[in-house]
């Protein structure tokens, strides 16, 4: 999800502004967006840090986030 994320930020960068800062852009949030990076920013924020790209944890993040919504809908 996330290298599909990127591309695509980069290709719209690109085609509004030039392929040069669109590759720079996408690089850009390749390595400051890495999921290790402690900031608002990062891939998975909102996770418990660190998050990385661990499958099962993202179905286990999932499984949460999806508990809560029902807890809030519930109110």
Excluded at 11 to 36: D, F, Q, S, W, Y
Excluded at 64 to 75: F, G, H, M, N
Aim: aromatic share 8%; hydrophobic share 35%.
């Amino acid at each position: 999800q996330r290298r599909v994320a990127d591309v695509r930020f980069g290709e719209c960068i690109a085609e509004r502004k030039g392929g040069v800062l669109g590759t720079l852009m996408r690089l850009g949030v390749r390595v400051g967006g890495h999921p290790i990076v402690p900031a608002g920013w990062r891939w998975g924020y909102g996770r418990s840090y660190p998050a990385g790209y661990d499958p099962a944890r993202e179905a286990e993040n999932e499984g949460e986030e999806a508990a809560e919504a029902d807890d809030e809908s519930a109110d």
